[in-house]
């Protein structure tokens, strides 16, 4: 009986009884440049409306320097550094993420069209899929193919 009253509750307050996980994969080079001054924090926070964050990873390549590891660090990514292409890592690891049976929601941070095809197959396999995007030259594809779509405004200098 309790348990029935509960659920009736959580309805009523619009909870659900299972909270999304999410995992957020960002294309660092793609879109941690100086010119667009994104802040990771602010965009962690905007995500937490999808759900709780369970991975949480920043792509890097090889010449990224120390200061931005450290940064992206400090912002609670884990970063990812790679010898050979970023969009290549960051696509087997969000193709991981679409199996991944414990993640619900999967955001892509980039404006690269490349990742429009795992966006599709995350969305073929159920799961939420959100797009955190920057201008100039943000894909109308990926625009076009994700659940949601997030604008980042960056800071002018």
């Known amino acids: 009986m309790i348990v029935i009253v509960l659920e009736d509750l959580r309805q009523k307050l619009g909870l659900s009884r299972k909270h ?6 960002v294309d660092g080079p793609n879109i941690l440049r100086k010119e667009f001054h994104i802040n990771l924090t602010e965009v962690k926070g905007e995500l937490t409306k999808h759900g709780t964050i369970k991975v949480a990873k920043v ?3 090889q010449y990224a320097p120390d ?3 450290e940064a992206v660090t400090n ?5 990812v550094i ?3 292409d970023v969009d290549v890592a960051m696509a087997v690891e969000a193709m991981e993420l679409v199996y991944n049976p414990a993640i619900d929601v999967i955001a892509l941070m980039t404006r ?3 990742f429009q095809p795992v966006l599709m197959k995350a969305k073929a396999r159920g799961k939420e ?10 894909s109308t594809a990926l625009k076009n193919t994700a659940d949601e779509v997030i604008m980042v405004e960056t800071m002018d200098d």
Do not use: Y
């Open 59 to 61: 792509f890097l390549d």
């Open 67 to 69: 200061k931005l590891i």
């Open 112 to 114: 690269d069209a490349d």
């Open 20 to 25: 999304k996980k999410l995992g957020i994969l």
């Open 129 to 138: 899929t959100v797009v955190v995007g920057v201008e100039p030259g943000f």
């Open 75 to 79: 912002q609670g990514f884990e970063p």
């Open 82 to 84: 790679t010898s050979t």
